[in-house]
């Protein structure tokens, strides 16, 4: 599996292993060059699992200027092709980064919180994947949404849930949910995948785990 992190913050990067204030070549320098060249890095959870890391620099491309700017990133990954699958970490935002991700990309797959703000944002990302479908990739395809963090006993999650199947229609929603547990913050904090933590996350595991099988089944469609 290889993770391209286009966040600023790079999250994805930190969890991997890799310190994003001291990668050399990170996302910003790949849509710079529309070339990979030597940005892809081994993570720290072991051999399967390269990234190509985020950094800060990728704040100065989120204004898209020049011509074919929302297909660097398409351009770089054209000769990447020994990966079982390519997971794109695409900002929390509209920018020409979050474009970037999705123009190079096959399939687009919305996480999303059971709460009011989350769901606000939800029909905006849903009309940028068809307005990237539209001008820049006519393969992309919205593959579902998967639903996060949601915690065992809530009338409010339960209230946004059933929002959520209104919006997206319940068949485009993954199962499981994903639920909210202290084990993932943990697994975090110590950049560790949450299988390591056994027992204590099993059901957490569970939902990955069904989540990464119907992943797999739609990449190889």
Do not use: M
């Not at 950094?55 to 204004?63: A, D, H, I, V």
């Not at 660097?72 to 794109?88: C, K, M, Q």
């Amino acid at each position: 599996v290889l993770v391209i992190d286009l966040d600023p913050q790079a999250s994805s990067t930190w969890i991997l292993g890799c310190d994003p204030a001291k990668v050399e070549l990170s996302t910003a320098e790949v849509i710079s060059k529309g070339a990979v060249g030597k940005s892809i890095v081994p993570s720290a959870w072991g051999d399967g699992v390269d990234v190509i890391p985020g950094s800060s620099r990728l704040l100065t491309k989120e204004n898209g200027t020049g011509k074919d700017a929302a297909l660097r990133l398409r351009t770089a990954l054209a000769g990447v092709e020994f990966y079982d699958a390519i997971l794109i970490d695409c900002p929390p935002s509209l920018s020409n980064l979050t474009t970037n991700g999705l123009a190079a990309a096959d399939h687009a797959l919305i996480v999303v919180e059971p709460s009011a703000l989350s769901l606000r944002g939800i029909s905006a990302v849903a009309d940028t994947v068809d307005d990237v479908w539209d001008t820049h990739n006519p393969n992309l395809s919205l593959a579902g949404v998967i639903v996060n963090k949601v915690p065992g006993v809530s009338n409010e999650a339960d209230r946004r849930y059933d929002e959520l199947v209104r919006i997206v229609g319940k068949r485009a929603i993954w199962q499981p949910v994903v639920p909210q547990r202290v084990a993932v913050n943990e697994a975090l904090g110590a950049r560790r995948p949450i299988h390591d933590l056994g027992n204590r996350a099993a059901d957490v595991i569970e939902a990955f785990d069904k989540h990464w099988a119907k992943l797999r089944r739609i990449t190889r469609a």
